[in-house]
């Protein structure tokens, strides 16, 4: 089998509420996709339909090209993580895998070897009900991957996580998809996915907001503006303007210049003697690039009465998670 | 499909056949390991057969021969259905075993779990009903023979002796045996019945009110009723009067429904009930 996940068209509605609406993208192996979108996007339907749970309404949700339906032995072909507190309180943590290998005829022994894999080890002896939201998560991560699955799907696996865990999980999934594995990631915040997706599948309101890998989303939204601090503004902007740069100014000392790399622009102000005192290439971060995605969704649905405050909150989320990427400095920083 | 051998169809069939069985006998495994790993079925099983012993041997001891006319053999006792009266009270035990078995999946969630592992949902339902049913027969079994052996022990000393008419209790004579076996039936029905009803309204305490309310209720509802004719009517149509007829072994011509007649009402029930349930189970979203 491929392992692949293609939704292709979906939709899918509750009542009045169009939850996922003619949404297309696919999942390829070797890299974790990250799913996100505010909550109530649609994600977890989306999972649900490609699993089997919900009837779509029109379009496919298809793994490795068939329905989830027509896979035999499916713990074998997909593995997922759904919603990890949905585990009977008083059933002991390798019982809960237990009868799910039993499903398949699977032997204890990859039982016990997937409780020690996520480290719950002698806490399987224990009964579910006393976990910890971190415990329930690794044993869902484990009945996920009982029949060593190409493809994996994981609704919000961090959410409510402590940092170690959040962590461990974020490794857990690079690793998974290192092995060649689909692995698709859900999340409502962009900042958990940084350091850990490839690529991207953006969607709110139920559509597609974008498919993209997450290098070009973030070169996208960093552009190639460099800020420049300098105690002579004016010559700065003329001899950086000279050379076919863009420069704003943008506070008493500070400028903001798009059109030319970083080192180019160190370089025209050494030569021309102009003094300054720190240029930085701006290097946007997962949020923010969302946080611009997001805000061109919203302007599209501009006659909507909500849409000036989701506006506001991406710009004040984008000032205060800026961060900078120092690329070259004056002499006092060159070591 | 012209070039294909003739032999390679009904072979693939044959596969595919086999490789279904196989996925039911392994689905009935998995119910069976999830209902065996937590601790409350085990209280459930002990309570059917508790309760089904300690309530029939209750009457048992409750009923004497004291206030019979002229002789103990007046009263026409049905000892046979007087020691097995527990199945009315085990049969609580055994319908909560029946509804937990598909309630408790959607009360935690754990439904979402199963229906990934088998996606086929006709599949999992006959394992469900094939765990709860071989259980509720099972403990029924034990309950239904152990009522049975209390009688045997406890009514010879309240009058009902051979000398006056009541031979012992004994699987041995017919009647006694078909209540016996009914009374087991009844308890394999009453599961199914539960299972189905939970499938249809999908929460714990809803399932077991309806089951309870069809079970208790109604006949006390009917009993209420002033027209004797629809009393009985009413009777012949309640799940558990018409199935409790499988446990009379005299004055078979007075009671409102014959004892097989009965029992099948009672299948009609369960077959309904895992009917609805089975295809509200196949057709509303998990």
Redesign the interface.
């Known amino acids: 089998m491929e392992a692949t996940i293609e939704v292709q068209g979906l939709r899918k509605q509750f009542g009045q509420t169009v939850a996922v609406d003619d949404l297309s993208f696919t999942v390829i192996p070797g890299q974790v996709t990250g799913f996100v979108g505010p909550n109530g996007a649609g994600k977890s339907t989306t999972m649900r339909v490609l699993l089997g749970l919900d009837s779509a309404d029109a379009g496919r949700a298809l793994i490795g090209g068939r329905a989830y339906s027509a896979l035999r032995r499916p713990l074998t072909q997909v593995g997922a993580l759904l919603d990890a507190a949905a585990v009977h309180p008083s059933r002991r943590g390798r019982d809960h895998l237990l009868w799910l290998a039993h499903t398949h005829g699977l032997p204890t022994r990859r039982v016990d070897e997937l409780l020690e894999t996520v480290g719950l080890g002698s806490a399987g002896r224990r009964r579910a009900g006393g976990y910890s939201l971190g415990m329930r998560q690794r044993l869902g991560i484990a009945a996920a991957l009982l029949g060593d699955p190409p493809v994996l799907l994981f609704d919000e696996p961090v959410n409510g996580l402590d940092p170690e865990g959040i962590r461990w999980i974020r490794g857990f999934l690079r690793a998974l998809a290192r092995e060649g594995r689909a692995v698709l990631v859900s999340s409502h915040l962009m900042s958990e996915l940084e350091d850990s997706a490839d690529h991207l599948v953006v969607i709110g309101r139920g559509r597609l907001v974008a498919d993209t890998p997450v290098a070009e989303l973030l070169a996208a939204a960093s552009g190639d503006r460099v800020a420049l601090r300098t105690s002579d503004r004016t010559r700065a902007m003329a001899v950086l303007a000279r050379e076919g740069a863009t420069v704003a100014a943008n506070g008493k000392e500070s400028l903001s210049v798009t059109g030319l790399p970083a080192e180019r622009i160190t370089a025209l102000l050494a030569a021309g003697g102009v003094p300054f005192s720190e240029v930085s290439a701006h290097r946007a971060t997962l949020e923010e690039a969302y946080m611009e995605l997001t805000r061109d969704a919203v302007e599209f649905q501009a006659t909507d009465t909500q849409a000036s405050e989701p506006r506001a909150a991406a710009s004040q989320a984008s000032e205060s998670q800026a961060s900078e990427f120092r690329a070259a400095t004056g002499d006092g920083d060159m070591r | 499909m012209r070039g294909t051998p003739p032999m390679q169809p009904s072979a693939a069939v044959r596969a595919t056949a086999a ?1 279904q069985a ?1 996925g039911t006998l ?2 009935v ?3 069976w ?2 209902l065996r ?4 079925s085990w209280w459930l099983l002990v309570a059917v057969v508790a309760l089904t012993v300690a309530a029939g041997g209750a009457s048992a001891a409750a009923v004497t021969t004291e206030h019979c006319h002229p002789t103990p053999a007046a009263c026409q006792e049905d000892t046979v259905k007087l020691s097995l009266t527990g199945v009315w009270v085990g049969q609580a035990a055994v319908a909560i075993l029946g509804a937990l078995a598909m309630s ?1 999946e959607y009360g ?3 439904i ?2 199963a ?6 949902r006709g599949r999992l339902l006959t394992a469900k009903a094939v765990v709860v049913s071989a259980l509720a027969l099972t403990t029924g079994a034990l309950g239904v023979l152990g009522s049975l052996l209390v009688g045997r022990l406890v009514l010879p000393g309240n009058g009902f002796t051979a000398e006056a008419g009541y031979p012992p209790l004994s699987l041995a004579d017919g009647p006694t045996l078909r209540a016996a076996v009914g009374s087991m039936l009844y308890l394999g029905l009453i599961a199914l019945l539960a299972l189905g009803v939970a499938a249809l309204v999908r929460d714990t305490a809803g399932a077991i009110t309806v089951v309870l309310a069809l079970l208790y209720v109604f006949p006390v509802l009917v009993s209420l009723v002033s027209s004797e004719k629809w009393r009985e009517r009413l009777q012949e149509w309640g799940p558990a009067s018409a199935g409790m007829a499988v446990q009379a072994t005299r004055n078979l011509h007075s009671l409102p429904i014959g004892p097989w007649p009965g029992l099948g009402v009672l299948a009609l029930y369960a077959a309904a009930a895992l009917l609805a349930g089975g295809l509200t189970f196949r057709l509303r ?2």
């Open positions: 490789m196989l392994r689905a495994r998995a119910e390991t999830k790993t937590v601790p409350g408790s935690t969630g754990t979402r779990a229906l990934t592992a088998v996606p086929w979203d998990a």
